[in-house]
């Protein structure tokens, strides 16, 4: 089934050559049977599939072209609503059609009636993918500038196109562009993580072929994103800590962890440990080595989601007593999720247009920042990597909240390392028509949680949040720590 076709506004587009005519030819798309799989290759669903040639600078449109993968998810209904659906995929780096199969079940009720558009921002899965390998550099054992620097020219150096034009700023143009060679009027957004700067941004361009707005671990539009990582980051880990040391049978399993970290942490930095285990996948054995920096992307990674938080005081307890199996196979999972999901040479395009510039003096505070697990490696990895790679095409609004009265629903976890309920608020403050929706004991990415598939099913159907009940969200809570390893305790 193809979407509704709306093929007298495409033909009247079509016939006058008025589409887009600034960027020099009118755009059209079709669609045919395909599947679309997660990052992983392990789940699939059926869509339907076709490619978009866009300029790859807007600014000369007779110029190199770009391909941009671009699948929709048929409504069930009959007569599918005007305006679809289109979730946009974070990072930056991740594709939104792989996302969508990774997340879906989040958007199952609004998919009865909407048609849902995904398309793989630019740089990212089947559009011109950035791709580089993950770089070696996350052993603490091998970690240098030296050494990222020679990373980042080889993954500079083997990439094709001008690599200054995978932005946000080009990249809610093509969305555009595939909104009106498909013929939907409008857009119901929602933006994960990095894809809410994307939607926020589209809101921004193309106020009138916005309908509504949802922004999920929302990045304020004048954010500048890296050095709070670290802080946020250290504040949700204080954060779990606390919460087992409140919680009698967490603190009596696992006593003065906040301590036996910290002493974990300074016995890691001075000598990484060797250890064997099986690969979490093929059950081969390995030979590895955890280091401090392992350890900390192992725990950055893990504070994003509830099952995984009811995790860390049963890994850290147990790599504190010297087993450090547990930990390992979790930072080896991290690095290969990133590495499946991420198109590295994609987030640097952003990152080095979007953030790093916009670091005036005085916005990294080292001091603050040595005091956290992550330290001030993650913000140097960003300033080194950027010293190097283009800075592209930024629009100058970007760094500007939309001035428009769409409306637009902003969700926060309570506990979320990356982007925590302040950015949410902050956000919230400066829309014309946005509600905040704090969720009790989450974490990253608040959409598949409990009863905000409904509620986010109801905001697009009546495209207004104005008396819709969020009482149901009170119900939430944290997932209940694990005490071993055969789940959780009562």
């Known amino acids: 089934m193809t979407p509704a076709p709306r093929f007298s506004s495409l033909l009247l587009c079509l016939l006058v050559l008025a589409c887009h005519g600034a960027y020099g030819r009118a755009h059209t798309l079709s669609l045919e049977d395909c599947r679309i799989s997660d990052a992983a290759g392990l789940s699939n669903r059926a869509a339907r599939c076709g490619w978009l040639s866009v300029p790859e600078n807007y600014a000369e449109p007779d110029g ?14 009959q007569t599918p609503a005007a305006a679809a659906f289109a979730p946009i995929a974070g990072g930056p780096g991740a594709a939104s059609s792989e996302f969508f199969v990774s997340f879906g079940a989040a958007f199952a009720r609004i998919n009865k009636t909407s048609d849902i558009l995904l398309v793989d921002q630019r740089g990212t899965g089947r559009s011109h993918a950035l791709d580089c390998p993950v770089p070696e550099e996350t052993d603490t054992d091998k970690w240098s500038l030296d050494l990222l620097r020679i990373s980042a020219e080889t993954c500079l150096a083997g990439l094709t196109g001008d690599v200054g034009q995978f932005t946000t700023s080009n990249a809610v143009r093509d969305l555009d562009l595939v909104r009106e060679a498909l013929g939907y009027e409008q857009l119901d957004l929602y933006g994960s993580s990095y894809g809410t700067r994307v939607a926020q941004h589209y809101l921004s361009r193309f106020p ?79 030979d590895e080595t955890i280091g401090e920096m392992d350890m900390a992307v192992a725990l950055r990674l893990m504070s994003y989601g509830p099952d995984s938080i009811a995790l860390i005081p049963l890994v ?175």
């Not at 946005?434 to 608040?446: C, L, Y």
């Open 208 to 286: 009138e072929r916005t309908r509504t707005v949802i922004l999920d671990g929302v990045v304020p539009a004048d954010l500048a994103l890296g050095p709070d990582i670290a802080l946020n980051a250290q504040r949700a880990l204080d954060g779990i800590l606390r919460r087992c040391g409140s919680d009698a049978a967490c603190d009596e399993r696992f006593p003065d962890l906040d301590r036996r970290f910290r002493e974990l942490k300074r016995r890691l930095k001075e000598a990484p440990a060797p250890v064997k285990l099986p690969d979490p996948v093929s059950g081969a054995q390995l």
């Open 64 to 77: 190199q072209h770009i391909e941009l993968f671009v699948a929709v998810v048929p409504a069930f209904s």
């Open 316 to 490: 850290l307890h147990t790599a504190s007593n010297g087993d450090y199996v547990p930990i390992a196979a979790q930072a080896l999972m991290a690095v290969r999720d990133l590495s499946e999901m991420l198109s590295f040479g994609m987030h640097n395009s952003v990152v080095c247009a979007e953030d790093v510039p916009f670091y005036e003096p005085g916005y990294v505070d080292r001091e603050a920042l040595a005091t956290t697990y992550l330290g001030t490696t993650q913000v140097d990895t960003l300033i080194e990597i950027c010293n190097l790679w283009p800075a592209g095409a930024v629009d100058p609004d970007l760094k500007q909240f939309a001035d428009s009265d769409r409306p637009v629903l902003v969700l926060s976890g309570e506990v979320d390392p990356v982007t925590p309920p302040a950015y949410g608020a902050h956000t919230a403050d400066r829309l014309a028509n946005a509600v905040h929706v704090v969720v009790p004991g989450q974490g990253h990415g608040v959409a598949r949680v409990g009863c905000m598939p409904s509620l986010i099913a109801d905001f697009v159907a009546r495209g207004d949040h104005q008396d819709l009940d969020f009482s149901c969200i009170d119900l939430q809570g944290p997932s209940p720590f694990f005490l071993d390893f055969s789940g959780p305790g009562p």
